[in-house]
């Protein structure tokens, strides 16, 4: 059983072919390769209508009414206006996409995938400014130093890989816009790039910011244009406290695998359908200061969004934090590498120290997982990554034939 939980990403073997393919051929059959793989991955990805991460394959219904946060979207609903009036005609003609657009779920980690929007590489310094704008009018101080840092490090993984800066980058992000910024309409914006995708869903003063992926390869800069650049240190210490502060026998229950070999996420790029069961030890039995902890950890991710949204969704979480699981693949030792995933009907988070990729050439064994590759994953369960179960009911009222 435990063995079956410990499910594993299904974009190794795409990893391994960019890896492959990255070394050798000109750009331009590179680029082509590219392409194909991104093409196939989509096709497969979107195979099936959205639905949801789900415990058993049936959405639990009624967690995500429309009902007001009393928290102001109008400062990204100005920053987003700006963003789009400092982009000429034709790149407001590759950014701006229907709300209820598939493009949403046209999001991938791997380097090679081709996105859709505007990129900051292309941008104009006035542009970059306006899209950082964007940013910092959705995201908490600590979200928009964390998105920074993992574009500063994307390109400190360009230089240790003999300045390959036409692969990895700190410009190599897209910025994508779906529907029209509105204080009434649903509406909302998509980061998208190596490491760093922002769902940003805006309807009426409400917000949900997910599916979100944040990570990096290497997390700590000890060299370059941007040394001492360090991301995910938080994350990755709070969750192994978390696991140490857990009695031995709910440690019995939480660890389902005392050895990690490969790649354990499965909320990742076109798994917005994955069942997935609880597992792990249930915080019902947690004490007050378990709890606590736990909150503290959760708030490590949620905290990302701004500071008035990130308050409202912490409420959420506490509501069922009698429902929430924390469970555990790997060691517990001070240098482990390991998983761990806190899941309840209204968050599921990921953390995973993954296989080298970008920096194969530099690990003592490639096969295994290190500490200076990080994928985290935060989803919304039950219908409502991408704020799909919020536009549901806002269109109950009218016709609507969207994804």
């Given at each position: 059983?435990?063995?079956?939980?410990?499910?594993?990403?299904?974009?190794?073997?795409?990893?391994?072919?960019?890896?492959?393919?990255?070394?050798?051929?000109?750009?331009?059959?590179?680029?082509?390769?590219?392409?194909?793989?991104?093409?196939?991955?989509?096709?497969?990805?979107?195979?099936?209508?959205?639905?949801?991460?789900?415990?058993?394959?049936?959405?639990?219904?009624?967690?995500?009414?429309?009902?007001?946060?009393?928290?102001?979207?109008?400062?990204?609903?100005?920053?987003?206006?700006?963003?789009?009036?400092?982009?000429?005609?034709?790149?407001?003609?590759?950014?701006?996409?229907?709300?209820?657009?598939?493009?949403?779920?046209?999001?991938?980690?791997?380097?090679?995938?081709?996105?859709?929007?505007?990129?900051?590489?292309?941008?104009?310094?006035?542009?970059?400014?306006?899209?950082?704008?964007?940013?910092?009018?959705?995201?908490?101080?600590?979200?928009?130093?964390?998105?920074?840092?993992?574009?500063?490090?994307?390109?400190?993984?360009?230089?240790?890989?003999?300045?390959?800066?036409?692969?990895?980058?700190?410009?190599?992000?897209?910025?994508?816009?779906?529907?029209?910024?509105?204080?009434?309409?649903?509406?909302?914006?998509?980061?998208?790039?190596?490491?760093?995708?922002?769902?940003?869903?805006?309807?009426?003063?409400?917000?949900?910011?997910?599916?979100?992926?944040?990570?990096?390869?290497?997390?700590?800069?000890?060299?370059?244009?941007?040394?001492?650049?360090?991301?995910?240190?938080?994350?990755?210490?709070?969750?192994?406290?978390?696991?140490?502060?857990?009695?031995?026998?709910?440690?019995?229950?939480?660890?389902?695998?005392?050895?990690?070999?490969?790649?354990?996420?499965?909320?990742?790029?076109?798994?917005?359908?994955?069942?997935?069961?609880?597992?792990?030890?249930?915080?019902?039995?947690?004490?007050?200061?378990?709890k606590k902890q736990l909150l503290?950890?959760?708030?490590?991710?949620?905290?990302?969004?701004?500071?008035?949204?990130?308050?409202?969704?912490?409420?959420?979480?506490?509501?069922?934090?009698?429902?929430?699981?924390?469970?555990?693949?790997?060691?517990?030792?001070?240098?482990?590498?390991?998983?761990?995933?806190?899941?309840?009907?209204?968050?599921?988070?990921?953390?995973?120290?993954?296989?080298?990729?970008?920096?194969?050439?530099?690990?003592?064994?490639?096969?295994?997982?290190?500490?200076?590759?990080?994928?985290?994953?935060?989803?919304?369960?039950?219908?409502?990554?991408?704020?799909?179960?919020?536009l549901r009911q806002h269109y109950?009222?009218?016709?609507?034939?969207?994804?």
């Amino acid at each position: 059983m435990k063995k079956r939980l410990a499910l594993f990403s299904c974009f190794s073997l795409l990893i391994t072919l960019s890896l492959a393919y990255s070394q050798r051929g000109g750009a331009g059959d590179r680029m082509e390769r590219f392409r194909r793989m991104s093409s196939d991955a989509e096709q497969k990805g979107l195979a099936e209508p959205y639905r949801g991460i789900t415990r058993d394959g049936s959405v639990v219904p009624g967690l995500f009414p429309i009902r007001s946060s009393g928290v102001s979207t109008e400062p990204v609903k100005k920053a987003a206006s700006a963003f789009l009036a400092a982009l000429t005609k034709d790149q407001r003609s590759k950014t701006a996409f229907p709300v209820d657009d598939p493009e949403w779920r046209k999001w991938m980690n791997q380097h090679f995938y081709i996105r859709q929007g505007v990129s900051f590489q292309e941008m104009s310094e006035p542009q970059r400014e306006a899209a950082f704008g964007l940013l910092r009018a959705s995201l908490s101080a600590k979200g928009l130093k964390l998105t920074r840092d993992i574009m500063r490090l994307n390109y400190t993984l360009g230089e240790l890989n003999n300045n390959n800066f036409e692969e990895y980058g700190e410009w190599l992000y897209w910025i994508t816009v779906m529907g029209e910024p509105s204080a009434s309409e649903p509406w909302g914006w998509q980061l998208d790039g190596h490491h760093a995708i922002i769902n940003y869903l805006v309807l009426g003063d409400q917000v949900v910011m997910t599916p979100l992926f944040v990570g990096s390869e290497p997390v700590i800069a000890y060299e370059g244009k941007y040394k001492g650049a360090v991301i995910l240190q938080d994350e990755q210490n709070q969750g192994l406290a978390m696991i140490r502060a857990l009695t031995e026998s709910q440690r019995e229950k939480a660890i389902l695998q005392v050895s990690k070999t490969g790649n354990n996420n499965v909320g990742e790029a076109f798994k917005d359908n994955v069942i997935l069961d609880y597992a792990g030890v249930p915080a019902a039995g947690f004490s007050t200061a378990q709890k606590k902890q736990l909150l503290d950890l959760i708030g490590r991710y949620v905290n990302n969004m701004d500071d008035g949204h990130a308050r409202v969704k912490m409420e959420e979480v506490r509501r069922h934090l009698d429902e929430t699981w924390f469970a555990w693949i790997g060691g517990t030792e001070d240098k482990s590498v390991f998983y761990y995933r806190i899941h309840s009907p209204v968050i599921l988070i990921e953390f995973d120290h993954q296989q080298p990729v970008g920096l194969r050439h530099l690990a003592a064994d490639p096969r295994l997982p290190e500490r200076q590759h990080v994928h985290c994953v935060v989803r919304t369960p039950n219908g409502n990554d991408y704020g799909k179960d919020l536009l549901r009911q806002h269109y109950q009222r009218r016709p609507h034939t969207g994804d």
